[in-house]
């Protein structure tokens, strides 16, 4: 059974930093293209970030380019998301998702698709205050 679990989230003020891990279980993690969504209150579920099974290649959305980075640890089965010069609008619950098959980085377009992920974590608050 696939599990993941984030931790890391919590309050900042304004251009601080959190650093975001996503602990992986029950399958085997070194195959798995794996993302970062985000979820504001009254707001769809938006991709952030997603990373390749070897993590040789990553992928950002625009509102967050530059200032997060994806990264993984294949041996120690752990995701993370370095969130540096926080805003106010990166406040949310930020999940980690599965992607067992990698069909994101086939498919044009779908690496930040909710629907491109087979596994998701129950999330972790990010709130930045301004």
């Known amino acids: 059974q696939v599990q993941l679990v984030e931790s890391g989230g919590g309050s900042v003020q304004a251009g601080g930093s959190l650093r975001l891990s996503c602990a992986a279980s029950?399958?085997?993690?070194?195959?798995?293209?794996m993302g970062w969504f985000r979820q504001a209150p009254g707001k769809e579920r938006e991709g952030v970030a997603a990373i390749y099974a070897n993590g040789g290649v990553t992928y950002y959305a625009d509102s967050v380019k530059g200032r997060f980075t994806i990264s993984r640890d294949n041996a120690e089965n752990t995701l993370y998301l370095r969130m540096n010069s926080l805003k106010p609008e990166d406040t949310g619950m930020y999940y980690c998702?599965?992607?067992?098959?990698?069909?994101?980085?086939?498919?044009?377009?779908?690496?930040?698709?909710?629907?491109?992920?087979?596994?998701w974590g129950q999330g972790t608050q990010v709130t930045v205050s301004s």
């Open positions: 029950g399958y085997m993690y070194s195959s798995y293209c």
């Open positions: 998702a599965a992607d067992s098959t990698c069909r994101g980085w086939v498919r044009m377009g779908s690496r930040l698709e909710a629907d491109t992920y087979d596994y």
